[in-house]
Protein backbone atom coordinates (compact mmCIF):
# COMPACT_ATOMS: atom_id res chain seq x y z
CA UNK A 1 0.00 0.00 0.00
CA UNK A 2 1.62 3.53 -1.24
CA UNK A 3 0.15 7.56 0.32
CA UNK A 4 -1.41 8.79 -2.82
CA UNK A 5 0.23 12.00 -1.65
CA UNK A 6 3.57 11.43 -1.63
CA UNK A 7 3.70 7.90 -2.77
CA UNK A 8 5.49 6.30 0.45
CA UNK A 9 5.24 2.59 0.53
CA UNK A 10 3.83 1.98 3.92
CA UNK A 11 4.83 -0.59 6.44
CA UNK A 12 2.33 -3.58 7.56
CA UNK A 13 2.17 -2.03 10.98
CA UNK A 14 1.81 1.95 9.87
CA UNK A 15 -1.91 3.14 9.38
CA UNK A 16 -0.35 6.79 8.27
CA UNK A 17 1.91 7.90 6.17
CA UNK A 18 4.72 9.33 8.39
CA UNK A 19 6.83 10.92 5.78
CA UNK A 20 3.67 13.76 5.43
CA UNK A 21 2.78 14.00 9.09
CA UNK A 22 6.69 14.59 9.45
CA UNK A 23 6.70 17.26 6.60
CA UNK A 24 3.35 19.18 8.07
CA UNK A 25 4.41 19.05 11.19
CA UNK A 26 8.02 19.73 11.25
CA UNK A 27 9.12 23.09 11.41
CA UNK A 28 10.76 25.60 9.02
CA UNK A 29 14.99 25.99 9.79
CA UNK A 30 14.77 29.68 8.95
CA UNK A 31 11.52 31.22 9.65
CA UNK A 32 10.24 28.16 12.17
CA UNK A 33 6.46 27.92 11.04
CA UNK A 34 5.13 24.12 10.37
CA UNK A 35 4.79 22.76 7.27
CA UNK A 36 7.98 21.85 5.07
CA UNK A 37 8.06 21.64 1.38
CA UNK A 38 11.37 20.99 0.37
CA UNK A 39 15.19 21.29 1.04
CA UNK A 40 17.45 24.48 -0.68
CA UNK A 41 19.78 23.13 -2.65
CA UNK A 42 22.76 25.03 -1.57
CA UNK A 43 22.23 25.98 2.06
CA UNK A 44 20.37 22.09 2.15
CA UNK A 45 17.78 23.47 5.26
CA UNK A 46 14.25 22.13 4.97
CA UNK A 47 12.03 25.05 5.16
CA UNK A 48 8.43 26.11 4.29
CA UNK A 49 7.04 27.59 1.12
CA UNK A 50 7.02 30.93 2.32
CA UNK A 51 10.85 30.59 2.50
CA UNK A 52 11.38 28.21 -0.34
CA UNK A 53 9.33 29.51 -3.32
CA UNK A 54 10.95 27.16 -5.65
CA UNK A 55 10.63 23.77 -4.37
CA UNK A 56 13.71 22.82 -6.74
CA UNK A 57 15.48 26.09 -6.29
CA UNK A 58 17.22 28.23 -3.94
CA UNK A 59 15.93 29.42 -0.73
CA UNK A 60 15.15 33.51 0.54
CA UNK A 61 18.26 33.32 2.02
CA UNK A 62 20.82 32.06 -0.23
CA UNK A 63 19.22 33.86 -2.73
CA UNK A 64 17.73 37.00 -1.83
CA UNK A 65 17.56 38.47 -5.23
CA UNK A 66 15.38 36.22 -6.74
CA UNK A 67 12.11 37.05 -4.86
CA UNK A 68 10.08 40.14 -4.69
CA UNK A 69 9.11 41.46 -1.00
CA UNK A 70 5.28 39.96 -1.83
CA UNK A 71 7.34 36.93 -2.93
CA UNK A 72 5.78 36.53 -6.44
CA UNK A 73 7.93 36.85 -9.56
CA UNK A 74 11.34 35.90 -9.22
CA UNK A 75 12.75 39.49 -10.16
CA UNK A 76 16.59 37.97 -11.34
CA UNK A 77 14.86 37.91 -14.60
CA UNK A 78 12.93 42.03 -14.48
CA UNK A 79 11.12 44.06 -16.60
CA UNK A 80 12.44 46.12 -19.52
CA UNK A 81 13.61 49.69 -18.07
CA UNK A 82 15.16 53.14 -19.86
CA UNK A 83 18.08 54.00 -19.49
CA UNK A 84 20.43 56.74 -20.98
CA UNK A 85 23.76 56.25 -23.03
CA UNK A 86 25.19 58.93 -21.55
CA UNK A 87 29.09 58.59 -20.51
CA UNK A 88 28.50 59.85 -16.85
CA UNK A 89 25.44 57.55 -16.55
CA UNK A 90 27.30 54.53 -18.24
CA UNK A 91 29.89 55.27 -15.49
CA UNK A 92 27.34 55.04 -12.71
CA UNK A 93 25.13 51.77 -14.17
CA UNK A 94 29.28 50.35 -14.55
CA UNK A 95 29.74 50.83 -10.33
CA UNK A 96 25.76 49.66 -9.91
CA UNK A 97 26.44 46.62 -11.90
CA UNK A 98 30.31 45.98 -10.07
CA UNK A 99 28.15 46.26 -7.01
CA UNK A 100 25.50 43.88 -7.74
CA UNK A 101 28.54 41.41 -8.78
CA UNK A 102 30.01 42.00 -5.36
CA UNK A 103 26.67 41.23 -3.75
CA UNK A 104 26.49 37.91 -6.50
CA UNK A 105 30.58 36.70 -5.61
CA UNK A 106 29.78 36.64 -1.93
CA UNK A 107 26.33 35.34 -1.48
CA UNK A 108 28.26 32.59 -3.29
CA UNK A 109 31.89 32.13 -3.62
CA UNK A 110 32.12 29.27 -6.29
CA UNK A 111 31.69 32.91 -9.00
CA UNK A 112 35.03 33.87 -8.56
CA UNK A 113 36.97 30.46 -8.34
CA UNK A 114 36.98 30.10 -12.16
CA UNK A 115 38.59 32.99 -12.74
CA UNK A 116 41.40 33.21 -9.92
CA UNK A 117 42.36 29.54 -11.21
CA UNK A 118 42.49 30.79 -14.58
CA UNK A 119 44.82 33.63 -13.42
CA UNK A 120 47.13 31.26 -11.09
CA UNK A 121 47.39 28.63 -13.69
CA UNK A 122 48.52 31.15 -16.92
CA UNK A 123 50.69 32.55 -13.76
CA UNK A 124 52.75 28.87 -13.22
CA UNK A 125 52.93 28.60 -16.58
CA UNK A 126 54.72 31.95 -17.26
CA UNK A 127 56.35 31.57 -14.18
CA UNK A 128 58.07 28.34 -15.32
CA UNK A 129 59.03 29.51 -18.30
CA UNK A 130 61.18 32.40 -16.47
CA UNK A 131 62.18 29.96 -14.23
CA UNK A 132 63.47 27.54 -16.80
CA UNK A 133 65.17 30.58 -19.50
CA UNK A 134 67.23 31.77 -15.95
CA UNK A 135 68.18 27.97 -15.41
CA UNK A 136 68.87 27.43 -18.68
CA UNK A 137 70.53 30.24 -19.36
CA UNK A 138 68.50 31.47 -21.98
CA UNK A 139 66.80 34.36 -20.27
CA UNK A 140 69.00 37.12 -22.47
CA UNK A 141 68.55 35.58 -25.68
CA UNK A 142 64.47 35.00 -25.36
CA UNK A 143 64.24 38.99 -24.41
CA UNK A 144 66.85 40.15 -27.18
CA UNK A 145 64.98 40.43 -30.28
CA UNK A 146 67.07 40.21 -33.44
CA UNK A 147 65.35 40.97 -36.41
CA UNK A 148 68.13 39.70 -38.64
CA UNK A 149 68.64 36.00 -37.63
CA UNK A 150 64.71 35.02 -36.04
CA UNK A 151 64.65 32.07 -33.68
CA UNK A 152 61.91 30.28 -35.02
CA UNK A 153 61.97 27.38 -32.74
CA UNK A 154 61.67 29.43 -29.99
CA UNK A 155 58.85 31.33 -32.08
CA UNK A 156 56.59 27.49 -32.03
CA UNK A 157 57.38 26.77 -28.83
CA UNK A 158 56.32 29.90 -27.31
CA UNK A 159 53.25 30.32 -29.89
CA UNK A 160 52.62 27.33 -28.51
CA UNK A 161 52.39 28.59 -24.99
CA UNK A 162 50.39 31.17 -25.57
CA UNK A 163 47.62 29.35 -27.64
CA UNK A 164 47.35 27.00 -24.26
CA UNK A 165 47.00 30.35 -22.08
CA UNK A 166 44.28 31.11 -24.44
CA UNK A 167 42.77 27.89 -23.29
CA UNK A 168 43.28 28.24 -19.97
CA UNK A 169 41.31 31.69 -20.08
CA UNK A 170 37.97 30.82 -22.35
CA UNK A 171 37.93 27.53 -20.53
CA UNK A 172 37.72 28.71 -16.91
CA UNK A 173 35.49 31.92 -18.53
CA UNK A 174 33.05 29.81 -19.65
CA UNK A 175 32.81 27.80 -15.96
CA UNK A 176 31.81 31.45 -15.13
CA UNK A 177 29.77 31.97 -17.75
CA UNK A 178 27.49 28.86 -16.38
CA UNK A 179 27.89 29.44 -12.68
CA UNK A 180 26.26 33.35 -13.39
CA UNK A 181 23.64 31.68 -15.82
CA UNK A 182 22.64 29.09 -13.00
CA UNK A 183 22.35 32.10 -10.42
CA UNK A 184 20.11 34.24 -12.30
CA UNK A 185 17.72 31.11 -12.88
CA UNK A 186 17.41 30.41 -9.52
CA UNK A 187 19.55 27.36 -9.79
CA UNK A 188 22.62 25.91 -7.49
CA UNK A 189 26.04 27.70 -9.39
CA UNK A 190 27.75 24.51 -8.63
CA UNK A 191 31.67 23.99 -10.16
CA UNK A 192 31.06 20.68 -11.02
CA UNK A 193 28.63 21.19 -13.50
CA UNK A 194 29.97 24.14 -14.96
CA UNK A 195 32.84 21.97 -15.34
CA UNK A 196 31.09 19.07 -17.09
CA UNK A 197 29.82 22.09 -19.37
CA UNK A 198 33.33 23.64 -20.33
CA UNK A 199 34.97 20.56 -21.15
CA UNK A 200 31.45 19.39 -23.62
CA UNK A 201 32.03 22.39 -25.29
CA UNK A 202 36.26 22.58 -25.51
CA UNK A 203 36.64 22.06 -29.29
CA UNK A 204 34.55 25.22 -29.82
CA UNK A 205 36.52 26.86 -26.88
CA UNK A 206 39.68 25.74 -28.50
CA UNK A 207 38.56 26.93 -31.60
CA UNK A 208 38.12 30.01 -30.45
CA UNK A 209 41.64 30.38 -28.79
CA UNK A 210 43.25 29.86 -32.10
CA UNK A 211 41.28 32.02 -33.75
CA UNK A 212 42.21 34.79 -31.23
CA UNK A 213 45.74 33.78 -31.24
CA UNK A 214 45.75 34.93 -35.48
CA UNK A 215 44.46 37.80 -34.48
CA UNK A 216 47.18 38.69 -31.73
CA UNK A 217 49.67 37.14 -34.58
CA UNK A 218 48.41 39.99 -37.28
CA UNK A 219 48.07 42.65 -34.52
CA UNK A 220 51.45 42.14 -33.87
CA UNK A 221 52.00 42.06 -37.34
CA UNK A 222 50.57 45.73 -37.98
CA UNK A 223 52.46 46.98 -34.71
CA UNK A 224 55.86 46.24 -36.30
CA UNK A 225 55.21 48.75 -39.48
CA UNK A 226 55.29 50.96 -36.66
CA UNK A 227 52.87 53.86 -38.05
CA UNK A 228 50.22 55.82 -36.28
CA UNK A 229 48.16 54.37 -38.79
CA UNK A 230 48.52 50.47 -38.41
CA UNK A 231 48.97 51.31 -34.38
CA UNK A 232 45.35 52.58 -34.11
CA UNK A 233 44.33 49.99 -36.58
CA UNK A 234 45.97 47.04 -34.34
CA UNK A 235 44.14 48.89 -31.33
CA UNK A 236 41.11 48.55 -32.74
CA UNK A 237 41.26 45.21 -34.40
CA UNK A 238 42.46 43.87 -30.58
CA UNK A 239 39.51 45.91 -28.55
CA UNK A 240 36.99 44.75 -30.96
CA UNK A 241 38.04 41.17 -30.80
CA UNK A 242 38.05 41.31 -27.04
CA UNK A 243 34.62 42.24 -26.84
CA UNK A 244 33.58 39.57 -29.37
CA UNK A 245 34.95 37.00 -27.73
CA UNK A 246 33.27 38.12 -24.27
CA UNK A 247 29.77 37.23 -26.58
CA UNK A 248 31.04 34.04 -27.73
CA UNK A 249 31.85 32.01 -24.95
CA UNK A 250 28.28 32.39 -23.60
CA UNK A 251 27.04 31.45 -26.80
CA UNK A 252 29.20 28.27 -27.09
CA UNK A 253 28.35 27.51 -23.55
CA UNK A 254 24.66 28.25 -22.98
CA UNK A 255 23.62 27.47 -26.87
CA UNK A 256 26.20 24.85 -27.11
CA UNK A 257 26.76 25.27 -30.41
CA UNK A 258 30.08 25.07 -32.71
CA UNK A 259 32.73 27.64 -33.33
CA UNK A 260 31.47 29.03 -36.30
CA UNK A 261 27.87 29.37 -35.19
CA UNK A 262 28.64 31.23 -32.64
CA UNK A 263 30.85 33.60 -34.59
CA UNK A 264 27.30 34.61 -36.47
CA UNK A 265 25.45 34.77 -33.42
CA UNK A 266 28.15 37.24 -31.58
CA UNK A 267 28.29 39.39 -34.63
CA UNK A 268 24.56 39.67 -35.19
CA UNK A 269 23.44 39.99 -31.53
CA UNK A 270 26.86 43.03 -31.54
CA UNK A 271 25.45 45.10 -34.31
CA UNK A 272 22.14 44.74 -32.70
CA UNK A 273 22.74 45.95 -29.42
CA UNK A 274 26.32 47.86 -31.08
CA UNK A 275 25.14 51.12 -28.61
CA UNK A 276 24.83 49.18 -24.94
CA UNK A 277 27.38 47.13 -25.33
CA UNK A 278 30.05 49.60 -26.63
CA UNK A 279 28.83 52.16 -24.27
CA UNK A 280 28.82 49.51 -21.67
CA UNK A 281 32.65 47.87 -22.16
CA UNK A 282 34.55 51.57 -21.94
CA UNK A 283 32.18 51.96 -18.44
CA UNK A 284 33.25 48.23 -17.44
CA UNK A 285 37.04 48.79 -18.63
CA UNK A 286 37.41 52.13 -17.07
CA UNK A 287 35.92 51.25 -13.53
CA UNK A 288 38.06 48.04 -13.54
CA UNK A 289 40.84 49.75 -14.57
CA UNK A 290 40.45 52.03 -11.74
CA UNK A 291 39.52 49.11 -9.50
CA UNK A 292 42.62 47.25 -10.34
CA UNK A 293 44.92 50.46 -10.49
CA UNK A 294 43.79 51.56 -6.80
CA UNK A 295 44.62 48.33 -5.71
CA UNK A 296 48.17 47.91 -7.14
CA UNK A 297 49.39 51.49 -6.31
CA UNK A 298 48.04 50.79 -3.00
CA UNK A 299 50.50 47.96 -2.20
CA UNK A 300 53.10 49.56 -4.20
CA UNK A 301 53.50 52.32 -2.29
CA UNK A 302 53.88 50.53 0.92
CA UNK A 303 55.86 47.85 -0.32
CA UNK A 304 58.30 50.84 -1.63
CA UNK A 305 58.67 51.98 1.66
CA UNK A 306 59.59 49.00 3.23
CA UNK A 307 62.33 48.41 0.85
CA UNK A 308 63.85 51.67 1.19
CA UNK A 309 63.94 51.16 5.16
CA UNK A 310 64.72 47.55 4.88
CA UNK A 311 61.69 46.38 7.05
CA UNK A 312 61.22 42.66 7.51
CA UNK A 313 57.66 43.17 6.53
CA UNK A 314 58.55 43.06 2.97
CA UNK A 315 58.05 39.60 2.12
CA UNK A 316 54.66 39.13 3.95
CA UNK A 317 53.92 42.62 2.21
CA UNK A 318 54.97 41.18 -1.08
CA UNK A 319 52.91 38.00 -0.47
CA UNK A 320 49.81 39.67 0.46
CA UNK A 321 50.22 42.18 -2.15
CA UNK A 322 50.68 39.47 -4.76
CA UNK A 323 47.22 37.88 -3.31
CA UNK A 324 45.31 40.88 -2.94
CA UNK A 325 45.99 42.27 -6.54
CA UNK A 326 45.64 38.44 -7.86
CA UNK A 327 42.09 38.37 -6.18
CA UNK A 328 41.43 42.14 -7.84
CA UNK A 329 42.12 40.94 -11.10
CA UNK A 330 39.82 37.68 -10.65
CA UNK A 331 37.18 40.06 -9.49
CA UNK A 332 37.32 42.06 -12.74
CA UNK A 333 37.09 39.71 -15.16
CA UNK A 334 34.39 38.02 -13.17
CA UNK A 335 32.49 41.20 -13.50
CA UNK A 336 33.49 41.44 -17.43
CA UNK A 337 32.17 38.12 -17.81
CA UNK A 338 29.04 38.98 -15.62
CA UNK A 339 28.23 41.87 -17.59
CA UNK A 340 28.51 40.10 -20.97
CA UNK A 341 26.38 36.67 -19.79
CA UNK A 342 23.34 38.83 -18.75
CA UNK A 343 23.85 40.92 -21.70
CA UNK A 344 23.54 37.70 -23.94
CA UNK A 345 20.67 36.83 -21.85
CA UNK A 346 18.47 40.17 -22.64
CA UNK A 347 19.87 40.36 -26.32
CA UNK A 348 18.67 36.38 -26.64
CA UNK A 349 15.32 36.74 -25.12
CA UNK A 350 14.55 40.31 -26.96
CA UNK A 351 15.07 38.11 -30.22
CA UNK A 352 11.50 35.79 -28.72
CA UNK A 353 9.73 38.84 -27.49
CA UNK A 354 11.27 42.22 -28.23
CA UNK A 355 11.10 45.24 -26.29
CA UNK A 356 9.09 43.10 -23.60
CA UNK A 357 12.18 40.73 -22.61
CA UNK A 358 13.41 40.75 -19.35
CA UNK A 359 16.43 41.66 -18.04
CA UNK A 360 19.10 39.74 -15.94
CA UNK A 361 18.56 41.97 -12.35
CA UNK A 362 22.39 42.88 -11.96
CA UNK A 363 21.87 44.18 -15.55
CA UNK A 364 18.69 45.86 -14.95
CA UNK A 365 19.63 47.47 -11.69
CA UNK A 366 22.70 49.35 -13.36
CA UNK A 367 20.20 50.26 -16.47
CA UNK A 368 17.45 51.60 -13.62
CA UNK A 369 20.08 54.10 -12.97
Same mark, same amino acid.
Given at each position: ???? @? ?26 ? /???? %? ?38 ? =?? $? ?9 ? #? ?15 ? $?? @?????? #? ?19 ? !? ?21 ? !? ?12 ? =? ?44 ? +? ?8 ? +? +? #? %? ?23 ? %??? +? ?10 ? $? ?19 ? #?????? =????? =? ?35 ? !? ?9 ? @?????? $? ?9 ? /?
Amino acid at each position: MTCE @KCGYVFQPFETACPRCKYLSEHKCELCG /RPGI %VGVCCQCHKELCAACLPQKDGLCRSCAPEQFSPAGQSPPQ =ML $RPVTYSTGFFD #SIARACTFIGQSLGMAF $RD @KDMLLP #SLFALLINGVIAGGLYLWLQH !TGQWEDFIRRDELNPNYGRTVWL !TALTLLCYIVIYFF =MGMTVNLVNSRLHGRDAKLGVAFRDAVKNAPALIYLSLATLLVMIF +TGLLRRQRTL +T +T #S %VAAGVIERTWMVATYLIVPIIILED %VPF +TRSLDRAKALHW $RHFVPIAVGEVAISLVNGIIN #SLVFFG =MLLPG =MYFYYTQSPWLTLWIVAGGALFSLALAFTEFVRTAYY !TCLYLWAAERE @KVGEQA $RVPAPLAASLA /R
